[in-house]
């Protein structure tokens, strides 16, 4: 059987909105898929690939499965573990990259590569001028870095042949520097090749807040991504945090006249742009979020990858508001979902 390419999938049984999509996503041989990570196949478990897996209408992703849900990860911000060393706040986490097959639509498993067993990675959170130690340990079967936004030294720099360079499996790694600039930033592998690493899951948020407090709100986090499920770089299906649909099938709850806030970070490989559209509504967009200044007020912003910014609004009346990308093919492949105002 041919090849089923997204566009043919949205022509021939586009998804219906709020439930899972109703088409079958084809697969190549393994041999095919070789070719993108270090002779490996870079995509789906063994025996996926000759497989037709369906999007099963109506059907949910099984997250307990994945050891990650997409409603936890939104408000889910890893402040580390804190200490005190010389005088100043030191700040520490561990993660770990994994080999880890999540599903990443009703009945489509993906051979993710995972930071803390999670795509997208742990959102790790500190504050200005703290000193920041990441300890990294490989469990993957294949080299990986880490690779931070943000101002620090060439040798924590995590690309290959500065510092520790690639961190081989098994092996580990520190990363260590200051907490600069505030503001909202992204991390990923840096392993050539490059865009297999970041498809593959490897990525994350990473938000240093000012030392003058933003104002209290309901504050979520948004990496907006999707999955290549056929080995032919170009996606299959597009999400905020990884799961298609998620927001539709159970929408996001706010409050009325609460402040709401964003951090959006596009994390997405194989197109060259992604965005971000509310609806029934307008917010202040805080680009990068180095400025407590906003730039623009709006109902659209666009990203490319690693661009991210800092969205704020509130939410006069009740009721469902829509939020989804502005590319109507990544809204029918899963970017799309629903804020739900009490």
């Given at each position: 059987m041919a090849s089923l390419?997204?566009?043919?999938?949205?022509?021939?049984?586009?998804?219906?909105?709020?439930?899972?999509?109703?088409?079958?996503?084809?697969?190549?041989?393994?041999?095919?898929?070789?070719?993108?990570?270090?002779?490996?196949?870079?995509g789906a478990a063994p025996g996926h690939a000759a497989n037709h897996a369906?999007?099963?209408?109506?059907?949910?992703?099984?997250?307990?499965?994945?050891?990650?849900?997409?409603?936890?990860?939104?408000?889910?911000?890893?402040a580390g573990t804190v200490r005190r060393e010389g005088g100043r706040t030191v700040r520490e986490w561990t993660v770990v990259a994994e080999d880890k097959e999540i599903e990443v639509a009703p009945g489509v498993k993906f051979a993710a590569w995972a930071f803390n067993g999670r795509v997208p990675g742990p959102t790790?959170?500190?504050?200005?001028?703290?000193?920041?130690?990441?300890?990294f340990v490989n469990g993957s079967t294949h080299p990986h870095t880490i690779h931070f936004h943000g101002i620090h030294a060439a040798a924590m720099d995590g690309v290959p042949g500065l510092g520790a360079g690639l961190v081989q499996p098994g092996?580990?790694?520190?990363?260590?520097?200051?907490?600069?600039?505030?503001?909202?930033?992204?991390?990923?592998?840096?392993?050539?090749?490059?865009?297999?690493?970041?498809?593959?899951?490897?990525?994350?948020?990473?938000?240093?807040?000012?030392?003058?407090?933003?104002?209290?709100?309901?504050?979520?986090?948004?990496?907006?991504?999707?999955?290549?499920?056929?080995?032919?770089?170009?996606?299959e299906v597009y999400a905020a945090n990884s799961i298609p649909f998620a927001y539709m099938d159970e929408p996001i709850r706010v409050r009325q006249n609460e402040l709401v806030r964003i951090y959006l970070a596009n994390m997405l490989e194989f197109d060259l742009v992604n965005?971000?559209?509310?609806?029934?509504?307008?917010?202040?967009?805080?680009?990068?979020?180095?400025?407590?200044?906003?730039?623009?007020?709006t109902d659209t912003v666009m990203q490319c990858q690693g661009q991210r910014g800092i969205l704020e609004w509130r939410f006069p009346q009740k009721g469902k508001f829509m939020f989804h990308a502005h590319q109507s093919e990544f809204t029918e492949l899963g970017w799309v979902g629903f804020f739900e105002v009490v």
């Open positions: 390419t997204r566009r043919r999938l949205i022509g021939g049984l586009a998804p219906l909105v709020g439930a899972a999509a109703a088409a079958r996503l084809a697969g190549v041989s393994p041999a095919g898929a070789a070719k993108h990570e270090h002779g490996a196949t870079a369906a999007f099963r209408r109506g059907g949910r992703v099984d997250h307990r499965a994945n050891g990650f849900d997409p409603h936890a990860i939104l408000r889910d911000f890893d790790l959170r500190a504050r200005e001028g703290e000193r920041l130690r990441i300890r092996e580990r790694t520190v990363y260590e520097f200051d907490a600069d600039p505030f503001g909202l930033h992204v991390y990923h592998c840096h392993t050539p090749p490059l865009a297999s690493h970041i498809a593959k899951g490897l990525h994350g948020a990473f938000l240093i807040d000012p030392k003058e407090e933003r104002p209290p709100a309901d504050e979520m986090v948004m990496v907006l991504n999707g999955f290549d499920t056929n080995f032919d770089r170009s996606n965005s971000f559209h509310l609806h029934g509504n307008f917010f202040q967009y805080f680009p990068t979020g180095t400025s407590l200044q906003p730039a623009e007020f």
